[in-house]
T-cell receptor, first 109, second 113 residues
Framework: GQNIDQPTEMTATEGAIVQINCTYQTSGFNGLFWYQQHAGEAPTFLSYNVLDGLEEKGRFSSFLSRSKGYSYLLLKELQMKDSASYLCAVKDSNYQLIWGAGTKLIIKP | SAVISQKPSRDICQRGTSLTIQCQVDSQVTMMFWYRQQPGQSLTLIATANQGSEATYESGFVIDKFPISRPNLTFSTLTVSNMSPEDSSIYLC??????????FGQGTRLTVV
């Protein structure tokens, strides 16, 4: 079966750095996505990785290792507004998105 | 990019009734996706709606329970039929444009009592 694992919940301090890990086992791979979802809202796109390495976009970076089936989302200079769930998703061989359950990130002052 | 207008944003329905959720996209898209998300859970794909053909349903979802219409390239509806409390969830429509990312409607929070 297809599976995406990410921690259920993480806590971090405002101004700090946090890394959210994601491991995946899918039938084929056509890219990995990170989405942010605030409570009661729809997911919004953060990043996309299809090749190994680090993609940086402002305070957010995403890393991919296809050989290890592993990705992480790195959030720097945390702000209170970063409190949200972060969803990892992979496109499989049929280009269908397979979603992780999401990591709820709690930011404390 | 794509902007999706989804309605209603929320509803409270009696068991045994049906609710139709609408999604309007500001551009023409080939495929639209309907998801269900239960509290604290992942997004679960219900079906893929293609214009001009019958929707493709995922395992565990059937057309009689979740009929879908796709009359044109900018609009789709999902009906939740003969509702029970187990259908209480957030329902989301989504599209993927020429780029790789998915765009979502605002979601419909359904409570069945």
């Amino acid at each position: 079966g297809q599976n995406i694992d990410q921690p259920t919940e993480m806590t971090a301090t405002e101004g700090a750095i946090v890394q959210i890990n994601c491991t995946y086992q899918t039938s084929g791979f056509n890219g990995l996505f990170w989405y942010q979802q605030h409570a009661g809202e729809a997911p919004t796109f953060l990043s996309y990785n299809v090749l190994d390495g680090l993609e940086e976009k402002g305070r957010f970076s995403s890393f991919l290792s296809r050989s290890k089936g592993y990705s992480y989302l790195l959030l720097k200079e945390l702000q209170m507004k970063d409190s949200a769930s972060y969803l990892c998703a992979v496109k499989d061989s049929n280009y269908q998105l397979i979603w992780g359950a999401g990591t709820k990130l709690i930011i404390k002052p | 990019s794509a902007v999706i207008s989804q309605k209603p944003s929320r509803d409270i329905c009696q068991r045994g009734t049906s609710l139709t959720i609408q999604c309007q996209v500001d551009s023409q898209v080939t495929m639209m996706f309907w998801y269900r998300q239960q509290p604290g859970q992942s997004l679960t794909l219900i079906a893929t709606a293609n214009q001009g053909s019958e929707a493709t349903y995922e395992s565990g979802f059937v057309i009689d329970k979740f009929p879908i219409s796709r009359p044109n390239l900018t609009f789709s509806t999902l009906t939740v039929s003969n509702m029970s409390p187990e259908d209480s969830s957030i329902y989301l429509c989504s599209v993927e444009t020429g780029t790789t990312e998915a765009f979502f409607g605002q979601g419909t929070r359904l409570t069945v009592v």
